[in-house]
């Protein structure tokens, strides 16, 4: 154990890192070495900031602690504290299972872990944080909460309602993480599309700080997460269609396609607007790359929903997908209202299809890459390439190039790269610059 160290172990979303991210910055301030290496663990202070969206992510949590009160029973750490989602929504029931804790701290109260081990919390330094990514890129949180009420979503039980950061304040952060050395910023929020609605009389304003973001020196690409279909924001079509380093991405979960399940889910669309909206993007912004992610085994979904689910997949061909098997959260409407009348089995076997299916799209549209050049950022070396991303390409979800080390090049940088080989989740390419 090492005094004066704290360890930060994130679980979940990139939104939990940054608050991972700002926490660290407040130790620091306050004389403490800070570390995030969930393998090498040994601080007199640890705390987990947990993930609570579904049962595998309450699980992951859960067993974490546990590995580390055994840690702390061997004398390799000291004290231990829970923070983030899942004592959020089940502080009441962990406190009484995980009695050897030494805290509980929700999603929004972590500041008091500072002031509660005798340190100060400095506000004026709320936006600062230490960067856990590579220090070219950032994600930066535009807001918190969602008002959305999709029938089987935990997250506002968790964070509550919507509410955006102010304009002036998500610019000036990345002003300063721009001034940094940070070219990449990966904006992010449970409702990214609905931002500014709580500021601007009702009026999303997520096109407009985009557009101001783009001008700031420095920022090389900024890429955009966890857009909802319902309502969408159009005239950001336009600003990413003329910035460019607005990289045609766009991270915007659909879930389903049948439209009963849809009514069920409560998400406030419909097959036909979600094939619009789908048309209306791919005209807008020749190019795009669409991420979405989809749920199997909602209550209710039939043989004939989940055939028209994957019918649409092959149709609409998307360049980055992922899936999950749905989960009955207590708390939620489709919880209180439905019955999880789909069995675990039947779930997996339709997770395991629709994979499939994508895994072969994926394959197909990278073999199209197949001797074209893109604009690629390096993020790291290893030991047989330097592995980098294309604008299509977000850090951790997406497929990566990886290139030949017959060349000296520096990450954090851009360069020319051709594509010249393809696999369904990996690019492989040369520098030409």
């Given at each position: 154990m090492r005094k004066n160290r704290v360890d930060i172990i994130t679980l979940g979303c990139s939104k939990n890192l940054v608050d991972s991210e700002q926490l660290m910055w407040q130790f620091r301030l306050n004389g403490y070495t800070v570390a995030h290496d969930p393998a090498k663990v040994s601080g007199e202070i640890v705390v987990v900031n947990t993930c609570a969206f579904i049962g595998d992510a309450q699980e992951e949590s859960v067993n974490a602690i546990l590995d580390l009160e055994d840690a702390r029973r061997q004398g390799r750490i000291g004290r231990l504290f829970v923070m983030g989602c899942l004592s959020e929504r089940f502080r009441d029931?962990?406190?009484?299972?995980?009695?050897?804790?030494?805290?509980?701290?929700?999603?929004?109260?972590?500041k008091e872990l500072l002031r509660d081990l005798g340190k100060s919390y400095h506000s004026e330094h709320a936006a600062d944080r230490i960067l856990t990514t590579p220090s070219h890129y950032a994600y930066l949180k535009i807001s918190e909460g969602c008002d959305r009420t999709c029938a089987y979503c935990s997250i506002p039980l968790i964070t509550g309602r919507h509410r955006s950061r102010p304009e002036e304040d998500v610019l000036a952060e990345a002003?300063?993480?721009?001034?940094?050395?940070?070219?990449?910023?990966?904006?992010?929020?449970?409702?990214?599309t609905y931002y500014?609605?709580?500021?601007?009389?009702?009026?999303?304003s997520l096109p407009a700080l985009v557009e101001k973001m783009s001008d700031i020196a420095g920022v090389e690409w900024i890429r955009l997460h966890y857009g909802y279909p319902a309502h969408f924001p159009f005239d950001l079509l336009r600003v990413m269609r003329e910035r460019e380093n607005v990289c045609r991405y766009l991270d915007i979960a659909l879930q389903h396609v049948s439209d009963p399940v849809l009514q069920r889910m409560r998400r406030n669309t419909t097959r036909d607007e979600t094939m619009r909206l789908i048309d209306r993007l791919r005209a807008e912004v020749p190019g795009i790359h669409l991420r979405t992610t989809l749920m199997v085994g909602y209550p209710g979904e039939t043989a004939r929903d989940f055939e028209e689910l994957l019918q649409f997949v092959r149709d609409v061909r998307f360049e980055?997908?992922?899936?999950?098997?749905y989960s009955h959260e207590s708390g939620t409407y489709a919880f209180e209202?439905?019955?999880?009348?789909?069995?675990?089995?039947?779930?997996?076997?339709?997770?395991?299809?629709?994979?499939?299916?994508?895994?072969?799209?994926?394959?197909?549209?990278?073999?199209?890459?197949?001797?074209?050049?893109?604009?690629?950022?390096?993020?790291?070396e290893e030991h047989d390439y330097f592995v980098g991303r294309t604008e299509f390409d977000s850090p951790e979800v997406d497929p990566e190039v990886l290139i030949a080390k017959d060349k000296k090049i520096g990450t954090g940088e851009f360069y020319d790269v051709r594509i010249k080989s393809a696999e369904a989740f990996e690019l492989y390419g040369e520098i030409l610059n």
């Open positions: 029931e962990l406190q009484r299972e995980l009695p050897f804790v030494d805290k509980f701290y929700g999603k929004f109260d972590w002003r300063q993480l721009a001034g940094a050395g940070v070219k990449e910023f990966q904006l992010v929020a449970q409702d990214l500014g609605t709580d500021l601007h009389g009702g009026e999303a980055r997908m992922g899936a999950f098997a209202h439905y019955r999880d009348d789909v069995s675990e089995e039947v779930k997996q076997e339709r997770l395991d299809s629709l994979m499939r299916v994508q895994e072969k799209i994926a394959w197909e549209l990278n073999e199209e890459k197949t001797g074209r050049v893109y604009r690629t950022v390096i993020d790291r």
